[in-house]
């Protein structure tokens, strides 16, 4: 294994359909074919789903281990990471705030572990995600990503919720694809308006 001089965090972000899991899955499996043992975390958002394979677009697959995201999240994380020296996070924007998952993360850095987190920008509101900023600011290199607008073909960097062909904004917190959502530019992403 090439040795890990320096620790570092590394967060992707971007709207919804911007490819922030593929290009989490490409940055890991670069580590895996560099022998580095690496470990992958998901959110406990969806309780019917228990521990799963992530498998990467080049048949490459690791064990993706679903984390809680409240307060027992740092215990949790830290006793998996054990012996890894590859951690990976996708869909960090769901952990709770009070996690404090960016101090997590740190620590782990600062063990000389290299972490790869992807966090969605914004909500459908265009308002940030607590722990999405807080991941940013501590991060030591950041990709962001852009998709297609699904109305002009401009780059997006938002995400709108959609239902029967209408912008809506409720409920922020609702796990779906491209069912409810859609990338949108500036230009096409209706706002939400405060009462
Ligand atoms: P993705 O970034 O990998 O596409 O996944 C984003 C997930 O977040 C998806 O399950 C939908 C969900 N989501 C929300 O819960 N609230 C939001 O405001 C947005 C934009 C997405
Ligand atoms: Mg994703
Ligand atoms: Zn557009």
């Not at 697959?61 to 949790?76: E, G, Q, Y």
């Not at 993360?105 to 459908?124: C, T």
């Not at 699904?150 to 780059?155: I, L, S, V």
Request: with cysteine; glycine share 6%; charged share 30%.
């Amino acid at each position: 294994m090439r040795k890990i001089d320096t620790g570092k965090l590394v967060v992707i972000t971007g709207p919804m359909f911007s490819g922030k899991t593929s290009r989490l899955l490409e940055l890991l499996e670069r580590e895996m074919r560099a022998g580095r043992k690496t470990i992958l975390f998901k959110p406990e958002i969806d309780k019917r789903y228990s521990n799963a394979h992530v498998v990467t677009h080049k048949g490459i697959a690791l064990p993706a281990i679903i984390s809680p995201i409240d307060s027992k999240a740092r215990k949790f994380i830290l006793e998996k990471s054990k012996g890894f020296d590859v951690i990976g996070v996708d869909e960090a924007q769901f952990w709770d705030p009070k996690s404090n998952l960016h101090n997590l993360l740190e620590e782990l850095v600062f063990l000389k572990k290299l972490i790869y987190v992807s966090a969605l920008n914004k909500n459908i509101k265009n308002e940030a995600f607590e722990t999405t900023s807080k991941l940013l600011s501590s991060a030591d290199e950041i990709y962001t990503l852009t998709s297609v607008c699904a109305k002009c073909g401009n780059d997006a960097t938002l995400t709108q919720k959609i239902r029967n062909n209408k912008e809506v904004f409720k409920k922020v917190i609702d796990v779906g694809g491209n069912d409810k959502y859609e990338p949108r530019c500036r230009n096409c992403y209706v706002q939400y308006r405060h009462k």
